[in-house]
């Protein structure tokens, strides 16, 4: 039967690839929307007033790059501390990003940043900013987690030797 630490360290590795998974999809998407009308996301990035003609074009390119890699590394177990630890960084460049948006686009106005493409970015009723803040808290939670299944592991090891 198993014993708490057990129990406990399964919960983990569960919701931990869950987590993975979840962010692993919306990364794929959001690369592939991009990808369908890289002219689109570069003059969003170029309307943010931002980046150069230059560094907006060379991020187009750039960006979905990250995100395609991003998303299938986190799929794959022999990067299990590394990459979420990479997400996070991500993640927290988009939030910075469409923080100083908000603040450089009359305060808030919600315009869209070009995350997810110009065609799901018009369905979408959340503002880039709380999208970017939330997808930011869970790669937090998922490097977080990652450390207690590590710990909960050796725990189980040490126990079991």
């Known amino acids: 039967m198993p014993n708490l630490i057990e129990i406990k360290a399964l919960f983990l590795v569960i919701v931990t690839w869950v987590l993975r998974l979840a962010l ?23 309307e943010a007033q931002m980046f150069s003609d230059l560094a907006a074009r060379m991020l187009c390119y750039l960006i979905p790059s990250l995100e395609l890699y ?63 803040g939330v997808l930011f808290a869970a790669s937090g939670v998922l490097v977080i987690l990652n450390l207690w299944t590590a710990r909960s592991l050796a725990k189980k090891n040490r126990l079991v030797a």
């Open 70 to 132: 991003f998303s299938v590394a986190l799929l794959i177990s022999k990067f299990v501390i590394e990459v979420p630890r990479a997400v996070l960084a991500l993640f927290g460049l988009f939030f910075i990003y469409n923080l100083i948006g908000e603040k450089i686009n009359s305060g808030g106005s919600g315009q869209a940043c070009g995350c997810f493409g110009a065609v799901i970015e018009a369905e979408l009723p959340i503002s880039p900013l709380i999208r970017s």
């Open 24 to 46: 692993a999809i919306v990364m794929l998407l959001a690369a592939i929307a991009k990808i369908s009308d890289l002219a689109a996301f570069q003059k969003a990035l170029q």
